[in-house]
């Protein structure tokens, strides 16, 4: 008795232990309720006739600074939960090796960049200036950043869904050698789960596919960029390649839409995913009642 | 040995053999007895066993169900972020009352949307995080 529960507790706390960890953490909330808030003051004090002009514009400024600085905290604790998780990240693989290294490399200069913009917000006097310097930061985000992050996060996340496709597959292979057992003594028919068990065998499978689809596009795009930027500077690549064919899985027997990035590829590995977990359910209800 | 006690034990055989059809009638009735108890016994510890791993079971797919639904959640957390940023850095760049901020209606029109998901996500996330 002692040792099924020491088995069940130290089930329970690897499971804890290799919960996956989320991308963008606590900090990050913190930091984008912070945003939220001084966006919310600008706009009050934007709109305060109770104030002369004069001290409306020292506030105004003041609050246009802390919105530039709250956005720029945001963004340095973006990177750094990126860097970390993508730090973490082992791999043997040449071309997610040379992503992984372009990848720090291009946070690492972001961080510079929002970094040096953090250094000179304080020391800057005029309305214009701070506009302009929101601006700024602000073509930086759109011109590459945005894209860019999108990518790693996309990846990372991609990789925290390879550890859950591990775990739905033992899982369904612990519940095959169950229900093995419960054939063998005849509590349960043979083959009488097998189209269950199938069913949730392809939800798994399509959940591969979909997601190294999605891996496979997010290493092609990087690698074209790479190219073209070697070619011609600035220029930026778009995805439109459909997945592989054999890839769409409807959950509820549907016709799937055309998934044409990663992010959604990866929200379809995902969802077939969840409709594995949803048939181990089924299963496990019917078993329920056969062995009560 | 005279001949009468060779006789005696000569017609004493038969008995002998009797008694050895008894044992092994009763032997293969205990032996029929202990395997049905051994798989009386085995069947019920399957069950047993099978029960106590499906309540263990569908603890454990619960928290799977969980990670999908935060790794879902975080795939749009981004997004979100990148255009709230956004959003903060063309108020503090604007000109002009912020009522009139072109984003600023996008974003109070998005939170008129019944199925926005951006409640479900801080959700999500404080499950993993608090």
Redesign the interface.
């Known amino acids: 008795m002692k040792k099924t529960n020491f088995i069940i507790a130290a089930g329970l706390v690897s499971l804890i232990a290799f919960f996956p960890k989320p991308v963008l953490g606590a900090e990050t909330k913190a930091n984008a309720e912070n945003l939220t808030t001084s966006v919310n003051q600008l706009i009050e004090v934007k709109d305060d006739k109770s104030m002369s002009d004069v001290e409306r514009l020292a506030k105004e400024l003041e609050a246009r600074k802390q919105v530039v600085k709250d956005a720029l905290s945001l963004s340095l604790k973006e990177i750094s939960g990126l860097e970390t998780s993508f730090k973490a990240l082992k791999t043997k693989d040449e071309r997610v090796s040379a992503f992984q290294k372009s990848s720090l490399e291009y946070l690492e200069s972001a961080k510079a960049f929002y970094g040096e913009q953090a250094g000179i917000v304080d020391k800057l006097a005029s309305m214009d200036e701070i506009k302009a310097l929101a601006q700024k930061i602000k073509d930086y985000r759109d011109e590459n950043y945005n894209k860019k992050i999108e990518r790693i996060t996309n990846f990372i996340l991609l990789n925290q869904i390879d550890g859950l496709i591990a775990t739905a597959e033992t899982r369904w292979q612990k519940i095959d050698s169950d229900l093995k057992k419960l054939e063998r003594g005849a509590f349960v028919s043979p083959g009488y789960f097998d189209a269950n068990m199938q069913k949730a065998k392809k939800y798994i499978n399509d959940a591969i596919s979909l997601g190294a689809d999605a891996k496979e596009h997010i290493l092609k795009d990087f690698e074209t960029e790479a190219l073209t930027e070697e070619s011609a500077p600035l220029t930026t690549t778009e995805i439109t390649t459909a997945p592989s064919e054999n890839t769409a899985t409807a959950v509820n027997e549907e016709p799937t839409p055309k998934v044409v990035n990663p992010k959604e590829l990866a929200e379809a590995s995902l969802t077939n995913l969840k409709s594995s977990y949803d048939v181990f359910l089924q299963i496990s209800q019917s078993v329920k009642k056969i062995l009560q | 040995m005279c001949r009468e006690d060779l006789l005696a034990s000569a017609s004493a055989k038969p008995a002998i053999k009797i008694d050895l059809w008894r044992n092994l009638g009763l032997s293969l009735s205990l032996a029929l007895t202990a395997m049905l108890v051994v798989f009386m016994a ?2 019920a510890a ?2 047993s066993y ?2 106590a ?2 309540e ?3 603890e ?2 619960a ?3 969980d ?6 959640a ?6 979100e ?2 255009s ?12 002009g ?3 009139l901020n072109q984003n ?1 209606l996008m974003k109070e029109a998005e939170s008129l949307k019944i199925d926005s998901g951006t409640g479900d996500v ?1 959700i999500l ?1 404080d499950q ?3």
Do not use: G
């Not at chain 2, 990670?67 to 879902?72: A, G, S, Y």
């Not at chain 2, 975080?74 to 997004?79: A, F, Q």
């Not at chain 2, 709230?84 to 000109?95: G, I, N, R």
């Open positions: 085995q069947n399957v069950s099978s029960i791993n499906l263990k079971f569908e454990e797919t928290l799977s169900q990670q999908i639904n935060i790794t879902l975080e795939i749009n957390y981004h997004s972020l990148a709230k940023t956004s959003m903060a850095l063309s108020e503090a760049a604007a000109e009352p912020s009522h600023l801080d996330l993993v995080i608090f």
